[in-house]
Structures are given as structure tokens and as C-alpha cells.
């Protein structure tokens, strides 16, 4: 069964500061890997995905993963917090040919000016 | 473009009462999911629609919930009887199609409180 694992219930950074959120997965085959956020009283936004190719991808908002294959993990970095990066971040995956994202408990940012 | 839309925001009801959540989805989204998310937790699938099609509904509890997607468009959601732990955030998400991949929208959410 495909799972999805955030070590982290909080993440705490100083705003200008590098931020990594961690994700580890457990899928077969090749993974489909996602990042979502989810601010207060708003729906889960798309952040960057990886599918293949390159093991660095760049998304939104400045921030980008690096996928790792050997370690099984997807973790979100970004060089320079911002205080409105704060929010909920979800990690999610899916496999190869089957869109059923399954999604990590997600990790609290909390970004201090 | 618009973006998923969901009402009600927020729905207050007693147990073993009915309750129905409504999605409308980004037009021309193909495929329609809901999702459950609790507290402190990562959204599970309740059911993934194809258009008109639910073709995944394996998660969702067929005693007392059920959906539909009629004209492969909106899409509704009901809880009957509604039981304390179906308190949750019921969010419905769409995309293009299913393919490996595809990123998903999602709505602001419904957030049910059964007393």
C-alpha cells in the first residue's frame, strides 16, 4: 500500500532563513510526488510536482524539491522564508499510472519575522 | 477562471440528521474528486469521478454516504444518517483528467459539525 510519511508536526524558521519541510514515501514503482499548501479557511494549492527527470523541481511561490530515490524522500526547500510562507504543507504521492494521491499528515511552517 | 466551488462553508448539524454538500467544479475538468480531512490530518478519497463515472469509490462507506455527479458536472455529496464522527472538512477537488500526474484544484471546503 502506498503511504506518505511528515516526520515534522512543526516547522520553525526565522523569515530570511532556508526552510526544509521533510517528506518520505513509500510507493511502488516510480512515484508520482506533489507538494500542496493549504492556508487558514482556504483549499489545498499545487506547489510543484515531480513525475521524472530532473531530481530538482521548481515550483511556486520560490520554493522547489528535490527528489531523492535512493532515500525514498521529497523534501520542500526554500533558500529565504517569508513570514507569509506560513501555513500547512502537505506532501502527497501517487504511482505510476494511478491517480489516487495518497497525502502525509502535513507539517505546520510557522515563519518568524 | 473561476476556481472549485463549494457550498456550505460550513454546515452545523445534530446527529442522525441528513446533510448534503455541493461541488462545482473548474469547467471542463473532466474528473471530480471528494476528499475527507480530519483533524490534524492529511485528505483521504472518498470517490473519484470520470465525468459522470464514479470509478474509485472503494473509501467511501455506502451504509450511510453517497454521491453523484449528474451531467458530469456538479456534484453532490450526502451524509444520512450523519453520525459525531463524520465531523470533518469535506473538500472536493478537480482536474483535467486522471493521467499520472495531473494537478488538483481544490475548493475552500465544507466543515461539518455533527452535535
Known amino acids: 500500500a502506498q503511504s506518505v510519511a511528515q516526520p515534522e508536526d512543526q516547522v520553525n524558521v526565522a523569515e530570511g532563513n532556508p526552510l526544509t519541510v521533510k517528506c518520505t514515501y513509500s510507493?511502488?514503482?516510480?512515484?508520482?510526488l506533489f507538494w500542496y499548501v493549504q492556508y487558514p479557511n482556504r483549499g489545498l494549492q499545487f506547489l510543484l510536482k515531480?513525475?521524472?527527470?530532473?531530481?530538482l523541481v521548481k515550483g511556486s511561490y520560490g520554493f522547489e524539491a528535490e527528489f531523492n530515490k535512493s532515500q525514498t524522500s521529497f523534501h520542500l526547500k526554500k533558500p529565504s522564508a517569508l513570514v507569509s510562507d506560513s501555513a500547512l504543507y502537505f506532501c502527497?504521492?501517487?504511482?505510476?499510472?494511478?491517480?489516487?494521491?495518497?497525502f502525509g499528515t502535513g507539517t505546520r511552517l510557522l515563519v518568524s519575522p | 477562471e473561476a476556481g472549485v466551488v463549494q457550498s456550505p462553508r460550513y454546515k452545523i448539524i445534530e446527529k442522525k440528521q441528513p446533510v448534503a454538500f455541493w461541488c462545482n467544479p473548474i469547467s471542463g475538468h473532466n474528473t471530480l474528486y471528494w476528499y475527507l480531512q480530519n483533524l490534524g490530518q492529511g485528505p483521504e478519497l472518498l470517490i473519484r469521478y470520470e465525468n459522470e463515472e464514479a470509478v474509485d469509490d472503494s473509501q467511501l462507506p455506502k451504509d450511510r454516504f453517497s454521491a453523484e455527479r449528474l451531467k458530469g458536472v456538479d456534484s453532490t455529496l450526502k451524509i444520512q444518517p450523519a453520525e459525531l464522527g463524520d465531523s470533518a472538512v469535506y473538500l472536493c477537488?478537480?482536474?483535467?483528467?486522471?493521467?499520472?500526474?495531473?494537478?488538483?484544484?481544490f475548493g475552500s471546503g465544507t466543515q461539518l459539525s455533527v452535535l
Open positions: 510507493v511502488s514503482g516510480n512515484p508520482y
Open positions: 502527497a504521492a501517487h504511482k505510476t499510472g494511478f491517480q489516487k494521491l495518497v
Open positions: 477537488a478537480s482536474s483535467l483528467n486522471s493521467r499520472g500526474g495531473e494537478k488538483l484544484f
Open positions: 515531480y513525475i521524472t527527470g530532473d531530481n
